[in-house]
């Protein structure tokens, strides 16, 4: 494939793309270099940890925040093309394994239980979310009406993984499954709402004057790689407690962390209302 082939004829492969004016833009920006430091040290962090295999906590939770820095990598490489849809795709599949990594840390009978637990241990846990929902509801009718069928379900067919707004009630994110995860959501699933979106409209008229393919402005790409950073930011924060790391890690991510508030506070959110 010759390098110099555009946009129109080989799409996002093209080198437009990683070196038009939006990359440069992209590229220079200061949440960029923010990610990208963030991934610096994400990485330091990952060569610096020291599996145990006999510790079955630590090598599943090692395991979640592996992935989530490798799909924090690739939308970093994703945004210098302006693939705004693959970015959202990616970020919320951290934002899954964020929900993960942090209902596993925080409750380690729920990790053993869907590891090498049996029914009955899987069973007791779910009881306790339940009970606890009836003290302090936070979640749906439906929701609830789905953890006292899993509850009651004594098939072993049945045995799999807890839904995701389990695992985010009890990683304290439910708030982050209702809103963030669920516009993500839309992109993954390619819903009505989302393929919308990418429609050119005249102004005017609010005529569909053609397809918006690729992203023409940084709005969008700061935001998800922003939060993208957030989710990273938490992720890390749970390895420094579980594995023994030099002492500049900590300092490292506090400086990111102070970085990443400054940059926030000058992001504009943009919503879109068609």
Not at 166 to 171: C, D, F, P, T, V
Request: proline share 1%; hydrophobic share 35%.
């Amino acid at each position: 494939m010759n390098d110099a082939a555009s946009f129109r004829e080989v799409g996002f492969l093209s080198e437009q793309c990683c070196q038009g004016d939006l990359a440069t833009e992209i590229q220079q920006s200061s949440y960029y270099t923010v990610c990208k430091d963030l991934n610096k040290l994400g990485q330091s962090v990952l060569n610096h940890c020291h599996i145990h295999p006999d510790d079955e906590k630590e090598v599943y939770l090692t395991l979640h925040f592996q992935r989530m820095l490798s799909n924090f990598q690739s939308i970093i490489l994703m945004s210098e093309r302006g693939m705004t849809h693959q970015v959202e795709i990616m970020a919320r599949c951290m934002l899954e394994l964020l929900f993960n990594l942090v209902a596993f840390h925080q409750h380690d009978d729920l990790l053993e239980a869907m590891t090498v637990g049996n029914d009955d241990q899987r069973r007791e846990v779910l009881i306790r979310l339940y009970n606890q929902q009836l003290e302090t509801p936070t979640l749906t009718e439906d929701e609830m009406a789905y953890l006292k069928k899993i509850i009651n379900s004594a098939d072993e067919d049945d045995r799999d993984d807890i839904p995701v707004f389990m695992k985010a009630e009890l990683s304290g994110l439910l708030n982050e499954y209702r809103t963030t995860y669920q516009l993500l959501s839309e992109s993954v699933h390619s819903n009505l709402h989302s393929l919308k979106a990418d429609l050119e409209m005249d102004e005017r008229s609010d005529a569909i004057v053609g397809i918006n393919t690729r992203a023409d402005h940084q709005d969008r790409i700061s935001t998800l790689m922003l939060t993208a950073g957030d989710y990273l930011i938490s992720g890390v924060e749970i390895m420094l407690k579980i594995h023994r790391q030099p002492d500049e890690q900590t300092s490292s991510l506090e400086t990111i962390k102070h970085k990443a508030q400054d940059v926030w506070k000058h992001i504009v959110v943009k919503v879109s209302h068609r």
